[in-house]
């Protein structure tokens, strides 16, 4: 018996950009949508056109470029962020519009301020006008969750019949748990009248560790979208992550009657890109994408998938992403090999140029790390990019006297708008050092919200990746840096830090909370 299609809605580039610091630049969000789309992701929520100009030129252009997945744009219910989010996707290839206004007590009595006549007289007219674009629309119940049962209803099947073709219930606030938020969606559809002419869908917050177990409940009771993100990002604890719901639903297909059509070999390649990108590093113990999801310390465990994989294991790991390639490159691989491997990794290079780059970060990172796996690669990849992007502050040199029982002593050379510069500092560490250093070319300071440190592979000889966060005048940024020298790395991650702060292209305004 074949079974019913579930829709998997990609929020990455929207909700997943609303955790503080996770802002992408244009390009990064290409990328990242790019290989949403190799993955066979159903519906990208590609931004929230009216939020900024950078959010409708990203919205605008990814619409352009992807033509596999439906390209969607996020709007209030309220004609100019419906107009805008039209104009965004206009040239898709199919193309969706998301509105959505609040629907609990709670948000309609203290945020909208409107009685509940007058929200469902606003979610009618929103969702009539953007029929007017496209016959693609969703309308979401912002904070679902809370909202009263038969109001629900009301205006859900006021919504369906204004042209509304997916319906989305969110625990805006994560505030559901499993049992009762699947029976919730499950009377819903069996309530409402015309509940047949729409997709069900579900977009659950992860506050009390639920967003997953929430999704998957009430796909058992009827939902057949379910809205998530990559690595779980997302506002506050985060999202429903995809790769967790994707495989669950593979996993048991046993007891659930859906399946989807994601290519799940692209989810671990996919993960690392939206960590590297938004500075979020993975946790090792996180489910499918983690380091450890696959690794086996105890003795038992290991005797035992040793002798039989399905003993310990219930996924293969290289379903996911994960890669099973025994050939380790090393000072001696040439051009192709290198070129090669990326392609096996889904990194296209853009240009001769892309490759030149990453080709002298490769040969450089060998001369001083004997073997170069994969993940040193993605991380190669990510600075070959950020390198060809044009940047008010670049990294030369950085020398660090350390001593027990003495301040470290940083000198620091940074080419500032093609000038060289240089500058020295002593601090409380040998990072501390170089931080001051740097903020002295750079004539300002920031707040260091996020200072983090994890190594790439194992090894004595493992590339450590930095991450750090700089809060300043309202804004926080992220920065990303790797090298075999813990302290190099630090400083390539501030410089990047102090880049995106600086850019006249960096979106300057605070992030938008409204949402599902």
């Avoid at 074949?2 to 610091?21: A, C, H, N, V, Y």
């Avoid at 033509?67 to 209030?76: F, I, Y």
């Avoid at 994408?289 to 690794?295: K, P």
Wanted: proline content about 3%; aromatic content about 4%.
């Amino acid at each position: 018996m074949s079974k019913e299609r579930l829709i998997i809605f990609d929020t990455t580039l929207r909700d997943g950009e609303q955790s503080p610091g996770a802002s992408m630049t244009q390009e990064e969000k290409i990328r990242i949508a790019l290989m949403l789309e190799k993955m066979r992701v159903d519906v990208i929520e590609a931004g929230f056109p009216i939020a900024s100009p950078g959010d409708f030129e990203s919205v605008k252009a990814i619409a352009s470029i992807v033509k596999d997945s439906t390209v969607c744009g996020l709007a209030r219910a309220l004609d100019k962020d419906i107009d805008r989010a039209a104009e965004a996707i206009k040239f898709a290839n199919s193309g969706r519009i998301h509105t959505f206004i609040a629907t609990s007590p709670i948000h309609m009595l203290n945020k909208l301020r409107m009685s509940p006549d007058q929200v469902v007289e606003q979610a009618v007219h929103a969702v009539k006008r953007a029929r007017n674009y496209t016959d693609d629309v969703e309308f979401s119940c912002e904070d679902a969750g809370r909202s009263e049962f038969d109001f629900l209803c009301r205006v859900i099947e006021a919504a369906i019949v204004a042209g509304a073709r997916t319906i989305n219930i969110p625990d805006t606030v994560g505030y559901q748990i499993p049992s009762v938020f699947g029976d919730m969606v499950g009377r819903l559809i069996q309530t409402i009248p015309n509940a047949d002419k729409a997709v069900f869908s579900v977009h659950c917050h992860n506050d009390l560790g639920l967003a997953v177990g929430n999704s998957l409940a009430a796909v058992m009771q009827g939902a057949r979208q379910v809205e998530c993100t990559i690595n779980g990002l997302g506002e506050r604890a985060g999202n429903a992550s995809l790769e967790e719901v994707v495989m669950a639903v593979r996993t048991r297909a046993d007891v659930f009657p859906v399946e989807t059509r994601i290519d799940a070999t692209h989810i671990v390649p996919t993960s690392r890109l939206v960590s590297n990108v938004t500075g979020f590093p993975v946790q090792p113990n996180k489910a499918i994408v983690g380091a450890n999801a696959f690794a086996h310390e105890s003795g038992i465990h290991q005797d035992g998938v040793l002798k039989h994989r399905e003993t310990y294991e219930i996924m293969r790991a290289q379903d996911v992403g994960w890669s099973d390639n025994k050939i380790v490159l090393g000072k001696h691989s040439g051009r192709n090999a290198l070129k090669t491997r990326l392609q096996d990794l889904g990194i296209e290079l853009a240009s001769e140029e892309e490759l030149n780059a990453a080709f002298s970060r490769f040969k450089d990172l060998a001369d001083r790390k004997h073997d170069i796996f994969d993940e040193d690669l993605m991380v190669l990849m990510m600075d070959a990019r950020s390198a060809q992007e044009d940047a008010a502050y670049e990294l030369v040199s950085s020398h660090v006297c350390s001593s027990t029982g003495e301040a470290p002593h940083a000198t620091v050379t940074l080419k500032a708008n093609g000038v060289e510069q240089t500058a020295e500092a002593v601090g409380g560490g040998p990072v501390d050092a170089v931080y001051k250093a740097i903020e002295i070319i750079v004539g300002e300071t920031a707040n260091l919200a996020l200072y983090s440190v994890n190594n790439i592979t194992s090894g004595t000889d493992a590339q450590g990746e930095v991450t750090v966060r700089l809060e300043k005048a309202g804004r926080i940024i992220h920065g990303h840096g790797a090298d075999t020298d813990i302290v190099i790395a630090s400083a390539k991650a501030y410089v990047e830090a102090w880049n995106k702060l600086v850019s006249q292209n960096q979106r300057a305004h605070p992030h938008q909370h409204d949402g599902v």
